[in-house]
């Protein structure tokens, strides 16, 4: 699989056809496969946070989520082939999983939310099979109860939505202890929008690649994280070198 260096985290060059033949082979192999949805905010917070950078450049499959991405790809001649969001991957995963019959746990998110996020994507397929959803804390003190629920659920597949860094810290730190669970990805505010608490911007916004745009509209206080895009930017045209293609 093809990937590239971007500000020293692995980006693999993947569409979302390729992005689910892996999942469907991570399914058949033994161990826990971490998948990270990296976008410029991931990388610029792995500048700084080494933990979290060693969890990204650790995890199975990293699709690049994030149109900052492509165009930092571009710029180091080095081009991404698509975008792989993480919502769009949360539902094709889920279709996977009921061809599979792999069950599905959903994790995090404020009480009751993933509950309704789950019903949504039973609904898109009966066939679905949710072992679980909690929306439980990424407290340390809380990781053995919530391991224990997980392998109890016999849960294949694993959608935590903490927001980053914490949902991949702490799907990395309990991957060993993860008996039962072939794949695990952090979703963010997947949960919200399959909720319907907060709506997807529209197709012809998404596929433009301002999605970052409407929910900054939507969301006001979202600007401080945004402004990590800028500075993402800054980043690749002064301390980048080329990429390396593997």
């Not at 790809?73 to 995963?93: D, H, W, Y």
């Not at 319907?196 to 911007?201: E, Q, T």
């Amino acid at each position: 699989m093809n990937s590239i260096n971007i500000l020293n985290v692995r980006i693999d060059n993947v569409t979302y056809d390729d992005a689910m033949a892996r999942v469907e082979e991570f399914l058949c192999e033994p161990g826990l496969h971490q998948i990270a949805t990296v976008n410029p905010e991931f990388v610029v917070r792995a500048q700084t946070d080494a933990e979290f950078g060693r969890a990204l450049n650790a995890c199975a499959l990293n699709v690049p989520d994030g149109v900052g991405l492509m165009w930092a790809a571009k710029r180091l001649k080095s081009p991404l082939r698509a975008r792989v969001t993480g919502q769009e991957l949360v539902g094709r995963i889920s279709v996977l999983a009921a061809e599979h019959g792999a069950r599905v746990f959903l994790l995090g998110a404020r009480a009751g939310v993933a509950e309704r996020a789950a019903t949504t994507l039973k609904s898109r397929d009966s066939r679905l099979e949710i072992g679980g959803c909690y929306a439980g804390s990424p407290a340390r003190d809380e990781e053995d109860a919530i391991v224990e629920r997980i392998d109890a659920s016999g849960a294949r597949i694993l959608f935590v939505a903490f927001g980053p860094p914490k949902q991949e810290l702490w799907i990395a730190h309990n991957a060993a202890r993860l008996n039962n669970v072939a794949v695990a990805m952090g979703v963010g505010g997947t949960f919200d929008t399959l909720a319907g608490i907060v709506p997807r911007a529209p197709r012809s916004i998404r596929d433009a690649g301002f999605e970052w745009a409407y929910r900054l509209l939507r969301e006001p206080w979202r600007i401080k994280r945004q402004m990590s895009i800028p500075y993402f930017m800054w980043l690749v045209v002064t301390k980048s070198p080329s990429p390396i293609v593997e």
